[in-house]
């Protein structure tokens, strides 16, 4: 049988339930994040505090994860937010997923609260609840070593010590750097009780077609090796990014005050301090850099993040501040916008050091390390910056104008959305709040990209200028699909069509690939249904909890501040134009014109079973 | 002769080796049951493919009391048939490139000289040479420098 099992474990009562996902429900959603989100719209309460045992958190593999398919290594956690008080979503790498469906699971849905520290165990076919005592105050690294001292070889997906001291944005890691890092789902295991999940199995899986996905995987990887952007991914990783968005202008600086900053964080500075581009699980493009300075990284999100962002410049510190944040199992894209939130408001007297207990700035790597410690640890000012945006009711409602977040998320790309319309309408819109990963249309960035070629992917009526308002619901509407049916798969953003590149796997690979695991067959349309169905069963999750047109909106500074350097110089996004920009998507996802999910598409929706 | 030869510095732990291997040989994506293992540890900073030499004078082979391996063209052979799955092969080889799972022996064949590890690697970490000396020599080196951390 090609698909495993789904085990539902209940904390409070130690009960374990082992069961399956129907097949008609797989080919609703395919795995991964899409059905992650049906589960959490079907299990979780309206208003649940996001700490209380009723809150449910999940651990889904991809439909193809574990597989031959090229960077398959992906799985989603899901639960309640507790940084936004919405869907919390984080999609992850590394080779903890793939080891759990050879433990003989597809996903894992955990609610209840253990009555003490606690982790589990999955193995071959198996699930125990085993006592985390001696793990407990363990950093991420010193957990997953532990748990191999004691276990043998597992892969594990655990949170660090911010997670158990709740802090709102502690990731979930696995490996030396991989995180599902976004929304404080860390936390979330903290508030159940549970350090690790430590997964070791033998079962394979079985592929249905196997000589066709040999055949079919053998002419993607010669497709994806071809590419040139892939070959520069794979010997410098994410940090390219950088230079791009720098010299457009775009760079978010000492909190969005500035929009360009130091060329000592190019990717090509970052290279000296690489010791070695590895992978996660079945993966061709080995983007990750195990760096000289102990850790792993830094991504183009800790570059920007907790470099420019915080107004420093030095490569080796902005390096280590990235490997503390992993060891202390915090979300870097929060960290680092928290942070600058609380340095621009303290400049500005909005804050003082009667709060602060020290005085704050921009550009100082000794205070950042020490706050990143107190933070984690709920110590001081840390536990009030451990709040995340929630500090707005404490800072008062000026200090909202300064944040950069979008519905209480801070905002993870360290790209300014002022100049490219298009990733302003993303962040504003996407189900977790303001994040790129969602629905960023790279190909934006590219300037000089013709016409055609955009045109092919998104539809007609699309002006080749990013800061044109005119078209850019559609850029956003292909990629809000085409990501969230790569998610469900399992299968790494870098080789989805569309994200960095005109190419690679696009509705028809993923027909093929689908149908040499599964034997099932869909056609492009279908799985672009999927897309749609998970965008929609999100935004009914969303819906549920409050969230309208009101809340898809921008930081303040991005529509009132114009950018002040470079390229971008005087650009800003207009409320005017975003509105019916916003109105133009709304329309294209048939919801209402303020942006609820219509009735007849619930009713759709949730009589699937 | 052709050989496989591996270049650990180039190998990024995806075990695409490994899973090319179990779904030809039996149909599944199983990097525990493969002809090629890839031993590795994000932790402590190494991945290394396990790779059957095809030894000139094989202890899987010499041991068998089964004799279930024989030598073809140089190429070491196992004889599910005659197996009786007792292990000692895997247990023997000091290279630790014999998998067992289960009762199931599983013994790198070369895919009749066209190895599917190799053709799955993506960083040229696993490469199917002509024989040469100066091959040879490197080879010898590094499985003298596996023993001696296998002997720890």
């Known amino acids: ?609 | 002769m052709k050989r496989l030869y591996v270049y650990p510095e180039k190998c990024t732990g995806c075990r695409e080796c490994s899973l090319a291997c179990s779904l030809t040989k039996f149909g599944e994506c199983n990097p525990k049951k493969a002809a090629i293992s890839v031993v590795r540890d994000e932790f402590n900073r190494y991945e290394l493919p396990i790779i059957c030499y095809q030894c000139d004078d094989p202890v899987c082979h010499k041991f068998c009391h089964q004799n279930a391996y024989f030598i073809k063209d140089g190429v070491v052979l196992h004889n599910e048939d005659k197996c009786v799955g007792c292990r000692l092969c895997a247990v023997l080889c000091p290279y630790n490139a014999i998998t067992t799972l289960n009762s199931e022996i599983i013994k790198c064949d070369l895919c009749d000289g066209d190895p599917q590890c190799v053709k799955y690697c993506s960083t040229q970490a696993i490469q199917y040479l002509e024989e040469t000396d100066e091959l040879e020599k490197r080879r010898k080196k590094m499985a003298e420098h596996f023993l001696a951390i296998n002997k720890k």
């Open chain 1, 1 to 609: 049988m090609y698909s495993k099992k789904l085990g539902i474990i209940d904390l409070s009562k130690k009960k374990i339930k082992i069961t399956r996902t129907s097949e008609a429900l797989q080919k609703q959603f395919l795995g991964g994040r899409g059905l992650n989100s049906y589960y959490l719209y079907k299990m979780i309460k309206t208003d649940i505090d996001p700490f209380s045992p009723e809150n449910i958190i999940i651990f889904g593999t991809g439909l193809l994860t574990g597989t031959l398919v090229p960077n398959s290594s992906r799985f989603n956690v899901s639960a309640k937010s507790p940084e936004t008080g919405i869907l919390g979503d984080s999609n992850c790498g590394g080779y903890f997923a793939a080891e759990l469906r050879y433990a003989g699971f597809d996903r894992l849905i955990i609610h209840g609260k253990a009555p003490k520290p606690s982790y589990l165990y999955v193995s071959d076919g198996n699930i125990e609840i085993k006592e985390a005592k001696d793990y407990w105050g363990m950093d991420t690294t010193n957990v997953q070593q532990s748990l191999r001292h004691d276990l043998g070889h597992v892969e594990a997906a655990v949170c660090g010590v911010a997670g158990e001291k709740l802090v709102r944005f502690a990731c979930v890691r696995t490996g030396v750097k991989n995180a599902a890092g976004r929304c404080g789902l860390g936390a979330v295991m903290g508030s159940k009780n549970l350090k690790a999940i430590a997964a070791k199995g033998t079962q394979g899986i079985e592929i249905v077609h196997p000589e066709e996905m040999l055949e079919t995987v053998q002419e993607l990887k010669d497709y994806i090796m071809n590419s040139k952007i892939i070959s520069i991914l794979g010997s410098v990783g994410t940090p390219l990014l950088y230079e791009v968005s720098n010299t457009l202008g775009a760079i978010r600086t000492k909190n969005s005050q500035l929009n360009a900053w130091s060329e000592s964080l190019n990717a090509e500075v970052i290279e000296t301090y690489v010791e070695k581009m590895i992978s996660c699980s079945s993966c061709i493009v080995h983007c990750r850099h195990r760096n000289k300075l102990g850790g792993e990284g830094p991504e183009y999100t800790a570059v920007g993040l907790l470099g420019a962002n915080l107004g420093l410049d030095n490569t080796a510190n902005v390096i280590e501040l990235n490997n503390i944040c992993n060891e202390l199992g915090l979300d870097i894209s929060s960290s680092g916008t928290i942070l600058s939130w609380a340095f621009e408001l303290y400049e500005k007297s909005i804050i003082d050091q009667t709060l602060t207990e020290e005085p704050l700035q921009f550009g100082d790597f000794d205070l950042v390390k020490r706050l990143l410690h107190k933070i984690s640890r709920r110590e001081g000012f840390g536990n009030i910056l451990a709040e995340s945006t929630s500090n707005i009711k404490r800072f008062g409602k000026t200090a909202e104008d300064y944040l950069i977040a979008v519905k209480g998320l801070p905002q993870s790309d360290p790209h300014d959305c002022r100049y490219i319309k298009a990733f302003a309408l993303g962040i504003a819109t996407s189900s977790r709040g303001a994040d790129h990963l969602r629905s960023r249309p790279t190909l934006e960035i590219f300037l000089h990209l013709p016409e055609e070629v955009k045109e092919r992917i998104y539809g007609k009526g699309i002006p080749n200028d990013p800061t044109s308002y005119v078209g850019k619901e559609k850029t956003v509407y292909f990629s809000d699909n085409i990501f969230a049916a790569i998610d469900s798969l399992g299968i790494c953003k870098f080789i989805c069509h569309g994200f960095n590149s005109p190419h690679f796997v696009d509705y028809t690979w993923m027909k093929k690939l689908i149908h040499c695991a599964t034997g099932w067959t869909f056609n492009e349309k279908n799985i672009q249904e999927v897309g749609k169905r998970i965008i929609d069963i999100e935004r009914m999750f969303n819906n549920r909890e409050g969230i309208t047109r009101k809340n898809d909106t921008l930081p303040k500074r991005y529509f009132d501040d114009p950018m002040p350097l470079n390229i971008a110089k005087g650009h800003h996004i207009d409320r005017k134009e975003f509105d019916t920009l916003l109105s133009r998507y709304y329309k294209l996802r048939s919801w209402t014109p303020d942006g609820l999910v219509k009735k007849e598409r619930i009713n759709e929706l949730e009589s699937l079973q």
